[in-house]
């Protein structure tokens, strides 16, 4: 489904506006059968009356007012198989960091303070491609910058590996 503006005027689709209204008081048997109705599947056992309104009212508004757009749903479905592919079936996103964010770490009781720049990143008076070039500043070692300013977590260890380590 592509994605389609609402009305100018801000206004929706008064029969749609009409039955999310009536879903609060619809009783949980019928909204199981318009689950069915609208995605063509029987709904999740785990799903109480709650999740299934939510559900249903997305659905709802998804048809009137368009859904995901082929390019974002195309995104979705590549994320979904990178997540599928790793062994523990979570993905990391990258994370992008606004400019005029300011990123804050400290190191052997010394606070550093890191400025997000448009293109890179300023640390006391100089401005820098990458965070792992003032990591290596700051600590005299390589280090991954994301990292060790906080913004990746560190990957976890297999349990064989904890292991062999603990030796």
Known sequence: MEERPAAADGAGDPEVDAELERLPKVPIADLRSRYRELFRTEPPKAF???LLRRGI???????AYGGLSRVHQRLLDQLVRAAR??????????RRIKPGSELIRTWNRRTYRVMVMERGFAWEGKTFSSLSEIAFEITG????GPRFFGLRSRPARSEAEGRVNAR
């Open 57 to 63: 009212a997305h659905r709802i508004q998804e048809r």
């Open 141 to 144: 070692t390589r280090w991954n």
């Open 48 to 50: 109480g009356p709650d």
């Open 85 to 94: 592919s790793k062994p523990n079936g979570r993905l990391e996103l990258p």
